[in-house]
């Protein structure tokens, strides 16, 4: 079971990356943008996600990804279900976010320093 405490570090460790809290939630941002941000409670996490590809990732294991609110529907964004993802997968997703946020060099340059990806 993925835990915000497994991501923070992450998160807070990729490049130009920076945690910010909003009314009591985390997020994660790259200068204005947030790429992951997480529920009050802590159980889901919401994330950057491709929009053509957010219904295929939804239908595919519907008990973990869910699409956001009809309101949200216009952003690239995913939301999950963080008690049904592994800490590994939820590492991943993180990182994947980061990426459409961020320039392809610097992406370039974490998957060279990481070539075994987040963990």
């Keep these: 079971m993925a835990a915000i405490e497994d991501l923070l570090p992450l ?10 809290y909003v009314r009591g939630r ?10 992951v941000a997480f529920s009050l409670d802590e159980t889901v996490m919401g994330f950057a996600f491709p929009k053509e590809e957010r219904a295929a990732l939804v239908a595919s294991e519907p008990r973990k990804f869910h699409l956001p609110s009809p309101s949200d529907l216009r952003f690239n964004w995913v939301h999950a279900d963080l008690s049904a993802l592994e800490a590994s997968e939820a590492r991943e997703l993180v990182v994947d976010a980061w990426r459409m946020v961020v320039p392809k060099k610097v992406s370039r340059a974490y998957d060279l320093a990481h070539p075994d990806g987040p963990g």
Aim: proline content about 5%; overall charge positive.
């Design 11 to 20: 998160g807070t460790g990729l490049e130009r990356s920076y945690p910010v």
């Design 26 to 35: 985390l997020k994660f941002r790259v200068r204005q943008i947030v790429y």
